[in-house]
């Protein structure tokens, strides 16, 4: 679903811009045609902005500076039309308050539609009689205020969605959803770039026995503990995932298998010496693995499985390494 959202907001961007770059053209051949170069020139370099942004949309899936060109572009021949043509002007200003809501993110959205509508007001004020200003500067006022709301609620709503597609709601480590698409990323990155990446299954050790001895609630509060004494510890760029039930996976970046070795060991002490409130001591088991250069997804995790098999039949509570075919 996060998916799909995300691409609807990139796809309406895209027909945003389309639509821009069009509009664009047409309105700087009627503005030269009418003798206002400048207002045309304005929006020639409107429909040149667009075009380019476009083309990157298109060809590197690139949204260009965020959106933020559009700032120079529309609201300014907006705003200019309004100075030369106020009779008419005016009508523009309420495209123009949506078109940010459309084309920037939220904040930078709402900066530039407020001081978009004071140039609006300014402009306008000497032009029209109390009557009618009273009438724009309400409607337009209202205009934003809706388009706003929406744009809030949409950008909550994108973010809680982003959430429960992305986290685990018990432990709050990354879940199973988000695992094949980071792995696959990184593997990416380490067979391109030639750089390390390590891989840690870890399994809680007898968490059978803890649920049938303390309960569900008991051994849901071991598992999100073991997740933030894990978390506490690793660093910004490692990623977290709870893979299945009482397994989890380490996803280190830039580590060697080493250092990987290293930092698994140190938090298999610190889980074991953890307090979780229960009569007996909590340990885990870890299988570690290596990228290589033929690695596939599949491959890894298996390197990492077995590794992780090996620990448990040699007593649990211990790491193991696997190295695959190409790994040194």
Same mark, same amino acid.
């Given at each position: +679903?996060?998916?799909?959202?995300?691409?609807?907001?990139?796809?309406?961007?895209?027909?945003?811009?389309?639509?821009? $770059? $069009?509009?664009?053209?047409?309105?700087?051949?009627?503005?030269?045609?009418?003798?206002?170069?400048?207002?045309?020139?304005?929006?020639?370099?409107?429909?040149?902005?667009?075009?380019?942004?476009?083309?990157?949309?298109? *060809?590197?899936?690139?949204?260009?500076?965020?959106?933020?060109?559009?700032?120079?572009?529309?609201?300014?021949?907006?705003?200019?039309?309004?100075?030369?043509?106020?009779?008419? =002007?005016?009508?523009?200003?309420?495209?123009?308050?949506?078109?940010?809501?459309?084309?920037?993110?939220?904040?930078?959205?709402?900066?530039?539609?407020?001081?978009?509508?004071?140039? !609006?007001?300014?402009?306008?004020?000497?032009?029209?009689?109390? %009557?009618?200003?009273?009438?724009?500067?309400?409607?337009?006022?209202?205009?934003?205020?809706?388009?706003?709301?929406?744009?809030?609620?949409?950008?909550?709503?994108?973010?809680?969605?982003?959430?429960?597609?992305?986290?685990?709601?018990?432990?709050?480590?990354?879940?199973?959803?988000?695992?094949?698409?980071?792995?696959?990323?990184?593997?990416?990155?380490? *067979?391109?770039?030639?750089?390390?990446?390590?891989?840690?299954?870890?399994?809680?050790?007898?968490?059978?026995?803890?649920?049938?001895?303390?309960?569900? *609630?008991? =051994?849901?509060?071991?598992?999100?503990?073991?997740?933030?004494?894990?978390?506490?510890?690793?660093?910004?760029?490692?990623?977290?995932?709870? %893979?299945?039930?009482?397994?989890?996976?380490?996803?280190?970046?830039?580590? @060697?298998?080493?250092? $990987?070795?290293?930092?698994?060991?140190?938090?298999?002490? +610190?889980?074991?010496?953890?307090?979780?409130?229960?009569?007996?001591?909590?340990?885990? @088991?870890?299988?570690?693995?290596?990228?290589?250069?033929?690695?596939?997804?599949?491959?890894?995790?298996?390197?990492?499985?077995?590794?992780?098999?090996?620990?448990?039949?040699?007593?649990?509570?211990?790491? !193991?390494?696997?190295?695959?075919?190409?790994?040194?």
């Amino acid at each position: +679903m996060l998916d799909e959202i995300t691409e609807f907001k990139f796809k309406l961007r895209l027909y945003l811009s389309i639509f821009g $770059a $069009a509009a664009a053209s047409f309105f700087s051949a009627l503005q030269i045609s009418r003798g206002d170069n400048i207002t045309g020139l304005i929006s020639i370099l409107g429909c040149t902005y667009f075009l380019i942004v476009i083309y990157l949309m298109i *060809q590197k899936r690139i949204y260009l500076w965020k959106g933020r060109g559009f700032l120079f572009f529309i609201p300014i021949t907006i705003l200019n039309l309004i100075y030369l043509r106020p009779e008419f =002007g005016i009508y523009w200003a309420y495209v123009g308050v949506i078109s940010f809501f459309l084309v920037m993110e939220l904040k930078e959205a709402t900066a530039g539609v407020l001081v978009f509508l004071a140039g !609006v007001f300014y402009l306008s004020y000497p032009n029209h009689t109390e %009557y009618v200003l009273y009438r724009v500067y309400g409607t337009l006022t209202l205009v934003a205020l809706f388009t706003f709301s929406f744009s809030y609620l949409n950008d909550r709503l994108h973010q809680r969605l982003n959430k429960i597609a992305t986290y685990d709601p018990l432990t709050n480590a990354l879940n199973r959803y988000t695992f094949n698409a980071a792995v696959e990323k990184e593997l990416f990155s380490c *067979q391109r770039y030639n750089t390390q990446a390590t891989l840690l299954l870890l399994d809680v050790d007898h968490f059978k026995l803890i649920n049938d001895t303390y309960g569900h *609630q008991a =051994g849901d509060k071991v598992l999100k503990e073991l997740a933030q004494v894990i978390m506490q510890r690793i660093r910004a760029t490692d990623q977290l995932f709870r %893979y299945g039930g009482e397994e989890f996976a380490l996803l280190l970046p830039q580590t @060697s298998i080493e250092t $990987a070795l290293t930092v698994a060991e140190e938090l298999r002490k +610190m889980v074991a010496q953890h307090d979780f409130n229960i009569s007996r001591q909590v340990t885990f @088991s870890g299988g570690l693995s290596q990228v290589n250069a033929q690695e596939t997804l599949k491959s890894w995790v298996r390197h990492c499985d077995n590794a992780l098999y090996q620990a448990k039949e040699q007593g649990r509570n211990c790491i !193991v390494i696997e190295q695959g075919e190409s790994q040194s």
